[in-house]
Structures are given as structure tokens and as C-alpha cells.
T-cell receptor
Framework: GEDVEQSLFLSVREGDSSVINCTYT??????LYWYKQEPGAGLQLLTY?????DMKQDQRLTVLLNKKDKHLSLRIADTQTGDSAIYFC??????????FGTGTRLQVFP | KAGVTQTPRYLIKTRGQQVTLSCSPI?????VSWYQQTPGQGLQFLFE???????NKGNFPGRFSGRQFSNSRSEMNVSTLELGDSALYLC????????????FGEGSRLTVL
């Protein structure tokens, strides 16, 4: 079946790195995504990775994909208070639907 | 370029009523998807429309329906509202399926009393 899991909360100090983890079940997923949701807003696409890639870096964001373990992570370097939000990973299923995880609430404290 | 626009942003209904939510996609985007977001269930896929045709459907009862117009604007309707339908309804548009990038609106928050 299609299922995406994330831990619910992560708390980090400003300036530290944050690592948000995600596991998925659909081995045929072609794309995996990270979205950010700020309070009262919709979801904003941060980055995505092809399933045949291991890593993708985009400024402060690094995505790592372990396809064997079906594990995806998002690393945010030099985390800022403005990064506080809910982060969703999502997989594109073999039926072309995007299946979202439960979201990880990142709290950054000074 | 204007983003995805959803109306209304907030609404309150009572059980048994019906509601219609509207979504205007980004200009040039032909695909519109709808999601229901609740604290307990997270983001659940409702349906996707492309060129006025429903292309994909989630596991929601028949009380949830949608349509897409020739200008790509989409509406979703929920009939015979239940308390459990209280949620944030998010609309997302995309140009095509090649990368699956979705651009989300801010949502319509429905409260059912």
C-alpha cells in the first residue's frame, strides 16, 4: 500500500542543522518531494528528487534518498527562526497521486 | 504571475448543509488537485482534474464531488455535511505530470457545526 511516515516534532537551536526524516512504502515512486507549510498558509514546494538520485543540494537544503531502505531526509543547514514550519515529504505513487506524510513540525529557538 | 486562488478562505456551515469551494489555478496550469487536511488524518487526496476530466480519485464518499471548467478553474462540492468534514481544503495546480510539482493555494477552512 501507499504510506508515508514522519516523526511529528523536531526542535533545534538557531544556527544548528536540522534533519527531517521520512520513510515511504511504494518502491515504484518516481519522484519524492519536500513541502513546507507555514501557519495559515498552503504548502510550498521546497525541493524534489528523482528516484534514481541519491542526493540533491539546493543552497541550505540537502536531500538524501536511500532507495533500498525507502528513506528520505531533508537537511537544513544553519537553521533560522524563519524555517519554523511544518515540513511534509511526499511520494508520487504509481497512480500519479501525491501521497503526503503526516508532517514534521520544526521549531527553531534562539 | 498570480498564484493559486481559493475562495472562500473561511466558512461555517451546519450539519446537513452543502458547500461549494472554488479554485483558480495558476495561468497556464491545466491540472487541479484537491486535498483535505485535518490534524488527525493529515493531507488526504480527494481528486484531480485535467482538461475538465477527473483523472484521479481518492477514497472519499460520493458526497465529495468536483468539476473543472474550460478555463481550468475548479470547484468541489460537499453535500450533507458532517462534523468530520471540518478541515482545511487545499487546491493545487500543476502544468503537467512530468515532475509532479504542485503549487498550492492557501486553502478554504471549513467548519461544520
Amino acid at each position: 500500500g501507499e504510506d508515508v511516515e514522519q516523526s511529528l516534532f523536531l526542535s533545534v537551536r538557531e544556527g544548528d542543522s536540522s534533519v527531517i526524516n521520512c520513510t515511504y512504502t511504494d518502491s515504484s515512486s518516481t519522484y519524492l518531494y519536500w513541502y513546507k507549510q507555514e501557519p495559515g498558509a498552503g504548502l510550498q514546494l521546497l525541493t524534489y528528487i528523482f528516484s534514481n538520485m541519491d542526493m540533491k543540494q539546493d543552497q541550505r537544503l540537502t536531500v538524501l534518498l536511500n532507495k533500498k531502505d525507502k528513506h528520505l531526509s531533508l537537511r537544513i543547514a544553519d537553521t533560522q527562526t524563519g524555517d519554523s514550519a511544518i515540513y511534509f515529504c511526499a511520494e508520487r505513487s504509481n497512480t500519479d497521486k501525491l501521497i503526503f506524510g503526516t508532517g514534521t513540525r520544526l521549531q527553531v529557538f534562539p | 504571475k498570480a498564484g493559486v486562488t481559493q475562495t472562500p478562505r473561511y466558512l461555517i456551515k451546519t450539519r446537513g448543509q452543502q458547500v461549494t469551494l472554488s479554485c483558480s489555478p495558476i495561468s497556464g496550469h491545466r491540472s487541479v488537485s484537491w486535498y483535505q487536511q485535518t490534524p488527525g488524518q493529515g493531507l488526504q487526496f480527494l481528486f484531480e482534474y485535467f482538461s475538465e476530466t477527473q483523472r484521479n480519485k481518492g477514497n472519499f464518499p460520493g458526497r465529495f464531488s468536483g468539476r473543472q471548467f474550460s478555463n481550468s478553474r475548479s470547484e468541489m462540492n460537499v453535500s450533507t455535511l458532517e462534523l468530520g468534514d471540518s478541515a482545511l481544503y487545499l487546491c493545487a495546480s500543476s502544468m503537467d505530470r512530468s515532475t509532479g510539482e504542485l503549487f498550492f493555494g492557501e486553502g478554504s477552512r471549513l467548519t461544520v457545526l
